[in-house]
């Protein structure tokens, strides 16, 4: 396990909140049936699956720290951009309608949200080693079983996502939101493409390379998501504390109308 040592020790002092649990619980719920819903649903459906699922991540993150909520603002704003550019634009994948669907934004917040709070949680925390090495283990067989010329659709974007992903996992700044974003993409991911609310395109077109529906390492996508979620709140909470500064230091500061009128 020396390849996994900078994940946490299995300690048994991790606390277990029941809010991390139901957060979890509660978006895969949701995510099983509104993709299946989806799949068969009007544009007024879809629709109005977007402003539940806006008024379900509202509620969740009232019980959350700022920064957590700015984290889930940031995601929510650039992977709504990416959505946009690698489905309409890029054609990466297509949704059912050609569009990006209403809850797509608040999904993306509540699937980060989601991978948060399984990273904290008790179970994740005591068990970190061992989930990492079944999430690369079994992630890697995907990989390999998609270039392996047995599929009749080939993934070899699937497999350079896989190295992708296990540089996040290794090399990145927070390995446990990585790993938990394993679990809640390749759910979402599976559901959606098997309910068929959206498909990856055979080949993409970049590089034109083979690509699986979904790709195998699909997570990666979602943690390049999570990482600049992660690194751009701080930035984003310390200018936004510098403006609220320097208003209350103007307030503070701003002479009176006696005082300018004795001054003349």
Known sequence: MNAFRHFPESNGNY????????????????VGVSLVIDAHASLAVQNALGVIAWIFLIALLMGENREIRVQVMIAVAFATAG?????????????RLENVPLYVPPGHG???????ALARSG???????????????????WSAWGVSGIPEQGDQVG???????????????????????????T???????????WRWATIEPVFDLSQ??????VAAWYCLVDAVAIGGAPILLKGTSKISNGFKWLRS???????????K
């Open 159 to 185: 497999a350079l996502l896989y190295v992708v992903f296990l540089i996040y996992l290794f090399k990145g700044r927070s390995p446990m939101v990585y790993l938990a974003a394993f679990f809640i993409t």
């Open 212 to 217: 699986g529906n979904p790709p195998s390492g």
């Open 83 to 95: 959505e946009h550019f690698a489905s309409i634009y890029m054609g990466g994948y297509t949704y």
């Open 123 to 141: 179970f994740f925390l005591e068990h970190a080693k061992k989930i990492a090495a079944f999430v690369v283990i079994v992630c890697g067989l």
């Open 253 to 263: 500061n701003k002479p009176s109308l006696k005082a300018i009128l004795s001054r």
């Open 187 to 197: 759910w979402l991911e599976l559901i959606g493409t098997a309910a068929g609310t």
């Open 110 to 116: 509540m699937v980060y949200l989601t991978a948060v």
């Open 15 to 30: 606390t277990h909140r029941k809010r991390d649990y139901f957060i979890a619980g509660f978006t895969f719920f949701c």
